[in-house]
């Protein structure tokens, strides 16, 4: 699915502030290359349908079986494993015996304290390795899933990495054993070693996917194949509101565009970013934040959401906020299927000019089929005229006053609203009677 970086970062998928962002959330995996893995595939959604359903399947049996995931991978055995090809060590014995390994030993007693330790380490990995295999022996696997598993296998069958995978914890490692699978990791398993370490990295990836799912309860959701795009989401809310409001969403061919309508802090730029993130994750093959989610398979999700001025270019917000739309209209314009996000368009004219730029942004682009639009504005006054077009469905925020507070229900509801109420913000944050002061 084809999302560009404006996107990314409209939806916090990531953001400089990582806490802040989609990624972290989601982030359960336990080693440093399962995070780069998880970014990775994060930043890489599927227009495969076959690649999704195959992560969605690889989440699925991980999350049935987490109890029996291996704990004995961490971290600091990883990098162990990695730093002790990046770290020189003497001549290793190339027939380690009882006389030679004691030498060894004593002669290079920091040498062989370093090969100990990596060894020990690497004993774990690779007894950790085979226990992922025994999750999955017997289960019917997806094919991404299957090739990595025999990968596993077939690097890791050779005779001495058997006897590591199989090597019993309650013995002690001879002086032999460790200069013997030492020498051998060094000079005839690098590679191999270096590529396990990707694979577990992957599969690590995938069980922090699936342990977000777990955590946040999320709904593995049904895609198919579509000429026109579709959602139909049930309670849907945003992944990073803390207690957050669901919503329910449906968009079809028959209804392609949702314009709606609130006071500022109603709820728009909320609903709007968590119709996108869950329409993200569903690409990604993950779970979704939503009771119920169908979904077509989308070719590309853009955003207009928080557009800004280049100074250094000379160009005004009103000027990238045309140049976004034009962008979009060139890659939509393809018959390929999109989502559109748009968060208070023309924000930076004035409100006649803003009005009539809006209404023929709106015109046009409803009669896109292959598209579905949401987009919110402050500018009620156009619903009225474009309430001629069947495909346009209106929904806005409730807000209202009660006791001279504002009060935020963030329920979604059908019409379109025409609150203004900047000013009581103005006045309910005290800036009224500090300029009254002044």
Request: charged fraction near 20%; include cysteine.
């Amino acid at each position: 699915m084809q999302v560009d970086k404006t996107t990314l970062n409209d939806l916090s998928i990531f953001n400089r502030e990582e806490e802040q962002s989609v990624f972290h959330h989601l982030n359960f995996t336990t080693s440093s290359g399962g995070r780069d893995w998880l970014h990775h595939l994060l930043a890489h959604p599927y227009s495969d349908l076959n690649k999704i359903q195959e992560t969605q399947q690889t989440l699925q049996l991980i999350i049935n079986n987490q109890q029996k995931w291996p704990t004995l991978i961490t971290n600091g055995t990883v990098m162990v494993v990695q730093k002790f090809y990046d770290t020189p060590v003497g001549d290793i014995p190339d027939h380690p015996n009882a006389l030679n390994s004691l030498y060894y030993k004593i002669v290079n007693s920091q040498d062989y304290s370093l090969v100990k330790y990596s060894v020990t380490h690497f004993v774990d990995f690779t007894i950790g390795l085979h226990q992922i295999l025994n999750v999955f022996k017997g289960l019917s696997v997806p094919k991404l899933l299957q090739v990595i598993l025999e990968r596993i296998k077939m690097l890791t069958d050779r005779p001495l990495v058997k006897t590591m995978m199989h090597w019993n914890k309650s013995k002690r490692l001879s002086a032999i054993n460790i200069l013997t699978f030492g020498k051998y990791l060094r000079q005839r398993f690098k590679a191999e070693a270096l590529e396990l370490v990707d694979i577990y990295s992957h599969l690590d990836a995938y069980y922090g996917m699936a342990m977000a799912c777990t955590k946040y309860d999320f709904t593995f959701p049904e895609i198919q194949k579509a000429d026109t795009p579709y959602i139909d989401a049930k309670n849907v809310y945003h992944l990073l509101v803390p207690q957050p409001v669901a919503y329910d969403v449906k968009l079809n061919r028959q209804t392609n565009f949702l314009f709606l309508t609130g006071a500022n802090m109603a709820g728009k730029s909320t609903f709007i970013k968590a119709v996108g993130i869950a329409v993200y994750l569903a690409h990604v093959g993950m779970g979704v934040p939503a009771e119920k989610c169908e979904l077509s398979l989308f070719d590309g999700l853009l955003s207009n959401i928080q557009v800004e001025d280049n100074i250094s270019r000379g160009e005004s917000y009103f000027f990238n906020e045309v140049q976004r739309i034009k962008k979009t209209i060139e890659k939509i314009n393809d018959g390929r299927n999109w989502l559109i996000l748009i968060d208070e368009l023309f924000k930076g004219t004035n409100v006649q000019d803003a009005m009539k730029c809006s209404t023929a942004v709106i015109e046009g682009l409803r009669k896109m089929k292959n598209a579905l639009f949401i987009l919110s504005t402050h500018l009620y006054e156009i619903g009225e005229e474009l309430k001629q077009y069947p495909n346009i469905r209106f929904n806005f925020f409730e807000t209202h006053v009660q006791d001279g507070q504002l009060v935020f229900s963030y329920q979604l509801k059908d019409g379109i609203s025409n609150d203004r109420l900047g000013y009581l913000i103005l006045k309910r944050e005290g800036v009224v009677k500090m300029l009254e002061e002044l």
